[in-house]
């Protein structure tokens, strides 16, 4: 349990008082006495194990003083990492406990109480003030508590956090015992089951001596009475077997018709799921060749990729047919710049400079020479010339140019269709589009006839299933085994002629006859056996009695050793178990011991069944109790105790540890190594200390200042 925020309300010393804890160790430093140290940790436990509903006149003294209003505190707390809220308004006398992620809630004292002892681990305020929570003047209180710790030792054997302890299965053991002896060694106005039955066996068999005399006297009677009862079972036995003669041959005849009607019955539907086979036989192959048709498995798929096909075919068609014009135009424009070969040559860049060049020299030398203008002229007219031709060169080439920028863009394009056709037929898993259209057709070919027969099928059906028509001739099958089994021997053989029949009608009157006869004189010898006050199912029934008083007394007998060695050998169990956990206390407190003491006391004797402890001293070379020892070294002593039990106990449920400032007679080396074992163990305990000073400011992980004066 991780502790996580505490508030209370008119609590003591406090109005109001608020303070956050964290994992790890939690320092609470009051700097004066009377600041308010001992009102918060007294807060915690009223919080986590007071009764709010409880009005005894005590809780008064919980009270903020002047005022009569009485607390509310609120803890906020985490388990497994599960965050949990506690409020306790003892005012109002209401409790709440509220798992925040789940929002489930208990509010009813009882549930409260043992969802509390769940999640800390301890049953009672006692066990937890014995274990988790050290006190300065307290460190050496560990018999306070020694009910809940024995009861608790006891659970780790039973393994129940809660359950019944191997002490108390004694004790109801006990009782049960004196229970069932009650009235055996002396007088009980009550007595047990054992005394009642042993009185009752008493009683029954001179009851039935008694009944021994009246016996003989009506031995006679008793002796005719089983003849006559045995003649009439005879003939009672021979009516019967005649009457379940003439009875047979009218049932024989009654299961034949009905075997026959059940027959046709299943010839009818025999013929009808023959049919019904034959059409489930062909629309499997159907289905198998479709199955065989891979990436046919869908007619939606199908058609949409159909569709697909015949799109990018039209499309690859229109492209062709504009491709063939194309090259024909750029064949066109290339023959014509293949004619204009000289006016090309006129274009390029090397007549056009010559004809400036022309142009600039003969204008130049026309100084020297008149007849060089006449040259200027011609290169004037060459470059206008080269211009013109190359204006006309590069008309033809840009259309050169657009033609084939289209005809590339064409075939990229008819390269596009034949990339997306070969995606559609490869997604079909056909490899041409020959072999999708010849699937295509044979898929649609399978795919109507398996409509076909699959609405003859619905149609023989009539909306029946074939499951239910096989089940109707398994029933049917059923039917007549069962009715040809009831055409046993004895039903076969009742084939009786007329003859045979009236024969039989007579015997068996004369036997209705004596059977009456018979049952008079059984009535006249059961009237004269009451009329002499003897009734022999009396004697029965008395003997039966006896045998079952009997037969219950050797049970509770029985039980009651069987009660015996159960005390017994739980007795022995729990001391031999109790041995071994007390084992495990005991090296727990020796390896706690040895830290605190600096190495100086690694060894104790724990005597089985308490919490009484020797110490072996090395400097008196003897085992000591701790109260022989110094000051310091008891405190350390019953510290190491305490911790171990707590380990011990609450096992993996890890709950807050909390000192209220305990080591003040420590020195300096002990108290070091034992606030290093703290530090270890609030690696998985929280610990709170509880102090007026700064001496475990170091080891701190969160400090929690109170409110001065």
Request: net charge neutral.
């Amino acid at each position: 349990m991780l502790i996580k925020r505490v508030k209370l309300e008119n609590f003591k010393k406090f109005k109001s008082l608020e303070r956050e804890f964290g994992p790890g160790i939690n320092v609470v430093k009051g700097r004066l006495n009377e600041t308010g140290k001992s009102t918060l940790l007294e807060g915690i436990l009223t919080a986590l194990f007071k009764d709010s509903k409880r009005s005894a006149p005590k809780l008064g003294s919980l009270n903020t003083w002047g005022t009569d209003r009485r607390p509310r505190l609120h803890i906020e707390f985490q388990v497994d990492g599960e965050d949990y809220a506690l409020v306790k308004d003892f005012n109002k006398k209401t409790l709440c406990l509220t798992a925040l992620s789940s929002q489930e809630q208990w509010d009813v004292p009882r549930k409260v109480e043992e969802k509390l002892h769940s999640l800390l681990g301890a049953i009672s305020e006692d066990l937890f003030q014995a274990t988790c929570c050290i006190r300065q003047d307290e460190v050496r209180d560990v018999q306070s508590g020694q009910k809940e710790v024995s009861h608790s030792m006891e659970r780790i054997i039973t393994g129940g956090s809660r359950g019944t302890t191997a002490t108390d299965a004694i004790k109801e053991l006990e009782k049960e015992i004196d229970g069932m002896r009650k009235g055996l060694e002396r007088y009980a106005k009550s007595p047990g089951p054992i005394a009642a039955l042993k009185k009752e066996v008493a009683e029954l068999e001179q009851k039935l001596a008694e009944s021994s005399d009246k016996v003989k006297e009506l031995e006679k009677l008793r002796k005719e009475l089983p003849e006559v009862e045995t003649r009439l079972a005879q003939v009672k036995e021979e009516l019967k077997r005649y009457r379940k003669l003439l009875e047979n041959n009218k049932k024989r005849q009654e299961i034949e018709e009905k075997i026959e009607r059940l027959k046709r019955d299943y010839n009818t539907i025999d013929g009808l799921t023959s049919k019904l086979n034959s059409l489930e036989s062909e629309r499997q192959e159907l289905n198998s060749k479709l199955r065989s048709l891979s990436g046919f498995d869908d007619q939606e798929k199908v058609a949409d990729a159909e569709k697909d096909l015949k799109t990018l075919k039209g499309r690859r068609q229109d492209i062709e047919q504009d491709l063939s014009e194309r090259k024909q135009e750029l064949a066109a424009v290339e023959a014509q710049l293949k004619q204009r070969a000289v006016l090309a040559s006129l274009a390029s860049r090397t007549t056009l400079l010559a004809g400036i060049v022309i142009t600039i020299l003969g204008f130049a030398l026309m100084v020297w020479h008149g007849l060089a203008a006449i040259a200027g002229g011609l290169g004037i007219v060459l470059v206008i010339v080269s211009l013109l031709a190359k204006n006309s060169v590069i008309a033809n080439k840009k259309e050169r140019e657009h033609l084939q920028q289209r005809i590339a863009d064409m075939m990229k394009a008819l390269e596009e269709i034949k990339q997306e056709e070969d995606r559609i037929l490869s997604a079909m898993n056909c490899v041409s589009a020959e072999e999708f259209d010849h699937k295509c057709k044979e898929f649609k070919d399978l795919t109507d006839r398996l409509k076909i027969t699959e609405a003859r099928r619905t149609a023989l059906l009539e909306g029946q299933t074939i499951e239910g028509l096989e089940q109707q001739k398994r029933d049917l099958i059923r039917d007549i085994a069962i009715e040809e089994a009831k055409l046993t021997e004895d039903l076969k053989s009742t084939r009786l002629s007329p003859e045979e029949f009236i024969k039989l009608q007579e015997r068996t009157q004369k036997l209705e006859g004596e059977e009456k006869r018979l049952e008079r004189r059984m009535g006249e010898i059961e009237g004269q056996l009451k009329q002499a006050g003897y009734d022999p199912e009396v004697l029965s029934q008395l003997e039966e009695k006896l045998q079952e008083s009997q037969e219950k007394l050797a049970a509770e007998e029985r039980k009651l050793k069987v009660y015996e060695l159960a005390r017994d050998f739980i007795a022995r169990a729990r001391e031999e178990t109790l041995r071994d956990v007390h084992a495990e206390l005991q090296q727990k407190i020796e390896e706690y011991l040895s830290i605190f003491t600096n190495g100086k006391y690694n060894k104790i004797q724990l005597k089985p069944g308490t919490l009484e402890c020797l110490i072996f001293s090395e400097e008196k070379a003897d085992w000591v109790k701790p109260e022989e020892l110094s000051g310091g070294t008891m405190d350390q002593f019953y510290l190491a105790f305490r911790l171990a039990l707590a380990r011990l106990i609450y096992r993996d449920q890890l709950p807050p540890l909390v000192f209220d400032d305990p080591f003040y007679n420590f020195d300096p080396i002990r108290l070091s190594r034992t606030l290093d074992s703290l530090k270890k163990l609030s690696r998985s305990h929280q610990v709170i200390i509880f102090t007026l000073g700064d001496t475990y400011d170091k080891i701190a992980d969160r400090i929690i200042e109170l409110p001065q004066e």
